[in-house]
């Protein structure tokens, strides 16, 4: 109890430093920034002394060797989970798609809380690998087309997650728009089938003929475009596909060099010398995903959680593109625009 005495003094006495001496107000912060210092030596003690709580453990997948990045981190801090304290994130990253069955089963072999997934290959590997362990995901596809989930209001089974893509009929619409003369339009996918009917449906709508080319790896970005070009493309579609996104930079270089008109899903894109992008501001999946992974943590079950959806998405034009293809962009577009590259 005498270690404790001065304290309230010592505050009463900082009330009224304009009554007392130049003396007596450094002693009286000599004492407070020792009271802080003691603080925070014995905090630690305190905390140890405490019961100690369960580590949930998260079992991050994907294939890349992008981690799960700082938001995500930040954004879990948010929520009162902090990696370190009561939380563990187990990261398994594949260098090639057929590594990812092994590591989604390693996971599930360390008993992991929850399974968090970017991309459908790796979100496919850990729905084999588990029927109980609750399964997030982040991907650029739509999941119920690939037979992920039910439906986006009532996904079932153990995932849930955020569908970053499911707007690839926009980047035609947009590109039309933007384009009126053109009639033949090629994009690119790994797997053409998970986008032809949505695609068809969009491309007939607007009149436009469409063509799906495969594209398996960064190698094959500048034949993408070459292929295009023989197809008689007059405009190139660059859809949502999560390994694509360390490569924005690289495809929209590619797409500069064929001179063909192209939209891409990201700003990136347009940036690094596409004509146009469109979609998602970045990151807004990173919160919502977080709060999925608060619900299920707490007792929430996946099949209960909405698939999540973009809210909010922004177009870029570049008009240096543009005026080195030699077209003129219309004004009804420009005007929508979130930014223009001059």
Not at 304 to 326: C, M, R, S, Y
Request: include cysteine.
């Amino acid at each position: 109890m005498t270690g404790a005495a001065p304290c309230p003094s010592v505050l009463a006495r900082r009330q009224n430093l304009s009554m007392s001496s130049p003396d007596l107000v450094t002693i009286d912060r000599r004492a407070f920034l020792g009271g802080l210092v003691l603080s925070a030596l014995t905090a630690p003690l305190v905390a140890e002394a405490q019961p100690v709580g369960k580590v949930y453990r998260i079992g991050a997948l994907r294939e890349g060797q992008d981690p799960p990045s700082k938001p995500f981190v930040d954004a879990m801090r948010e929520l009162g989970w902090v990696e370190g304290q009561n939380l563990k994130i187990e990261r398994r990253n594949a260098e090639r798609r057929d590594q990812l069955p092994a590591l989604a089963a390693e996971l599930v072999r360390l008993k992991v809380d929850l399974v968090l997934t970017a991309g459908t290959p790796a979100t496919s590997a850990a729905k084999e690998a588990t029927k109980t362990i609750p399964i997030v995901f982040s991907l650029g596809s739509d999941p119920v087309e690939s037979g992920l989930v039910a439906s986006f209001a009532r996904p079932g089974g153990n995932l849930t997650g955020f569908a970053l893509g499911v707007y690839d009929e926009k980047l035609i619409e947009i590109l039309r728009e933007a384009l009126p003369e053109v009639a033949r339009v090629v994009y690119s996918a790994p797997e053409i089938g998970t986008r032809r009917q949505r695609l068809n449906a969009a491309a007939r709508a607007l009149g436009v003929e469409i063509q799906g080319i495969a594209v398996q790896g960064p190698e094959d970005f500048g034949r993408f475009f070459a292929a295009a070009r023989r197809a008689g493309a007059g405009a190139v579609v660059v859809p949502n596909v999560v390994w694509f996104r360390p490569h924005l930079e690289r495809i929209g270089a590619a797409a500069a060099k064929s001179r063909l008109p192209a939209i891409g899903y990201d700003r990136q894109f347009a940036e690094s010398g596409g004509l146009l992008s469109y979609g998602p501001t970045p990151l807004q999946n990173v919160p919502r995903v977080a709060v999925q992974i608060d619900k299920i943590l707490k007792g929430a079950k996946p099949a209960d959680l909405p698939v999540e959806q973009p809210t909010k998405f922004e177009l870029v034009i570049n008009l240096k593109a543009a005026k080195a293809l030699g077209l003129t962009i219309p004004q009804s577009i420009l005007v929508r625009a979130d930014e223009i590259i001059q």
